[in-house]
Nanobody
Framework: VQLQASGGGLVQPGESVRLSCVGP???????VGWFRQAPGKEREGVSC????????YYVDDTKGRFTISRDKSKNSVYLQMNSLKPEDTAVYFC?????????????????WGQGTQVTVSS
């Protein structure tokens, strides 16, 4: 299964970026998460949307700034990131998760997509 993440780049603090994750067929109707890994840090869950009922999950420091959404007609999941901070700088990965419910734990990932770099710097 190939997941393609895109949309990263270099932005200034306070700006916005929208990441996209595209997968084949019905792949992205599963539970899908966005994870990030900053240099020297462990990969962490950022946001997730569940297969069961599209319930969403956000790690605390992204609540109110990030929004995850799904477009099944385009086999896509998006992460809208607003009010970006330098500490949001990381490689962002999309992934499908096992099960019908969200988790920020990378151990629940079934398939990883490739990452896209987001750099927030003035």
């Amino acid at each position: 299964v190939q997941l393609q993440a895109s949309g990263g780049g270099l932005v200034q603090p306070g700006e916005s970026v929208r990441l996209s994750c595209v997968g084949p067929g019905f792949t992205l109707e599963n539970t899908v998460g966005w994870f990030r890994q900053a240099p020297g840090k462990e990969r962490e869950g950022v946001s997730c949307i569940s297969k069961s009922d599209d319930t969403t999950y956000y790690v605390d420091d992204t609540k109110g700034r990030f929004t995850i959404s799904r477009d099944k007609s385009k086999n896509s999941v998006y992460l809208q990131m607003n009010s970006l901070k330098p500490e949001d700088t990381a490689v962002y990965f999309c992934a499908t998760l096992r099960g019908a419910y969200c988790s920020g734990d990378p151990h629940f990932v079934y398939t990883w997509g490739q990452g896209t770099q987001v750099t927030v710097s003035s």
